[in-house]
Structure formats: structure tokens, C-alpha cells
């Protein structure tokens, strides 16, 4: 009896520049188990495809004609919540930052980034898991204001009342770890991992795992590069 197969994680790209979709959907083919449904050069059409393929992840340019990739993951969260949202962006589109989180995005890639962390990327937030680019995770930080140091010093005492299990959890969230690989790490139930996320995102006043990943970079719990 042979094991069962992981199920394909089945990607919607949109980006205005053909020769970077086809860079992007070269790197994803090569990888088993994932499958690029849909394609779009504008936020609307990924928008219109998303409702009709519904694709467990959307990689969205954050600058695209029409709709842009902020306001087409916004509506996607709206009208398909099953679809997870993650911008590629570049290093001079930090302007965007606090737009995509209210946009509730999984997640930030860089386009020039590795092949295998925008594998990984796709992965993780097709598990249910935030992912943030190690650079960028540092050029969120300094967008969001303030100096490196005094923001580490707030995190950490946003962080102060947690146990240690929740302070372990908000480390694998930071590491880009779905709630299954956050159990098998801690050798827990994956309904008490849920149990943690969710109480910790109230207790420290995150609306998202996203916003959860960046406290944790912040507060020095992952190292970013």
C-alpha cells in the first residue's frame, strides 16, 4: 500500500511584467506538488481568476495597472478568505509595507530573492503558516518606524507576559511554521498550537500571523539576515 501524496498547492500569479511571470511560474513547475493555475498582468483579472480557480495562494506584485496587488489582496480576502494573499515586492516599494498588512496579506517574497524561499514561501502559506522573506522582515521593521532599538526593547516587553510554551510558539510563527510543523516541533496536538496562536494574537494585540512574524523578528526571537 503505497503512502499517501501530499496534496498540490495550486498558485494564481499576477504581475504586469510577462518576463517575470515567467521566470516566477519556471521556479514553481519545478517543484512537485505545486501547479500555477492562473495567470494575470493586472489586479483585476487575478481578482476575476481567483474566484473562478480558487488557488490556495496568490502571488501578487504590489505595483500592478488597474488593481493594484495591495487593493487586489484586500479583495480577495473580502470575497475568497480561502485564497492566501503574498505580495512580491522589491526593496524600493517599501512604501507599500503598512498598506499590505492592513491588506492582510500571508506573507512578503522578494523578487530577487531565492528560488527555494519562494518554494518554501508558497509551502508555508498554503499550510495556513505567515512568511516573511528574511530581508524583508528587516525592511517591514524599519518601515514601520522607529529606531531598530527602541522597537526591539518594545517587543520584548509586548512579549514580557507570555509563558515560555507561548514565547516558543511566536518563534515558529517567525520562522514561517504552519500550526502541523509547530506541533510536531513541540510534540503537541496541532488544536493546542491553534489554542496558542489565538491567544496570543489577543494578548498581544496582533490581528494576524503576519503581524505576529514581525514581533517576533523584532524582539530578536528570529534572526533575519
Do not use: C
Request: proline share 4%; aromatic share 2%.
Amino acid at each position: 500500500m503505497t503512502a499517501p501524496t501530499a496534496a498540490t498547492v495550486r498558485v494564481l500569479l499576477a504581475d504586469d511584467e510577462a518576463l517575470v511571470r515567467a521566470g516566477v511560474r519556471a521556479i514553481l513547475a519545478s517543484e512537485p506538488g505545486i501547479e500555477v493555475v492562473a495567470e494575470a498582468g493586472d489586479g483585476r483579472r487575478a481578482v476575476e481568476l481567483a474566484l473562478a480557480h480558487r488557488p490556495d495562494v496568490a502571488l501578487l506584485d504590489v505595483r500592478m495597472p488597474g488593481l493594484d496587488g495591495l487593493s487586489a489582496a484586500a479583495e480577495l480576502r473580502r470575497l475568497a478568505p480561502g485564497v492566501a494573499p503574498v505580495m512580491l515586492t522589491t526593496f524600493s516599494e517599501d512604501e507599500y509595507i503598512a498598506r499590505a498588512l492592513d491588506s492582510g496579506v500571508s506573507g512578503f517574497l522578494l523578487k530577487s530573492g531565492d528560488p527555494l524561499e519562494l518554494l518554501a514561501g508558497v509551502r508555508a502559506v498554503a499550510d495556513g503558516a505567515a512568511y516573511l522573506s528574511p530581508q524583508v522582515a528587516q525592511r517591514v521593521i524599519a518601515q514601520l518606524g522607529g529606531g531598530r532599538l527602541s522597537r526591539s526593547a518594545e517587543a520584548r516587553r509586548t512579549l514580557d507576559p507570555l509563558t515560555g510554551r507561548e514565547r516558543e510558539v511566536v518563534a515558529l510563527v517567525g520562522a514561517g511554521l504552519s500550526n502541523a510543523e509547530i506541533a510536531a516541533e513541540l510534540h503537541v496536538v496541532e488544536g493546542t498550537v491553534k489554542a496558542h496562536v489565538s491567544a496570543v494574537l489577543s494578548r498581544v494585540g496582533r490581528r494576524n500571523r503576519v503581524e505576529l512574524a514581525i514581533l517576533a523578528y523584532e524582539a530578536g526571537l528570529v534572526a533575519s539576515t
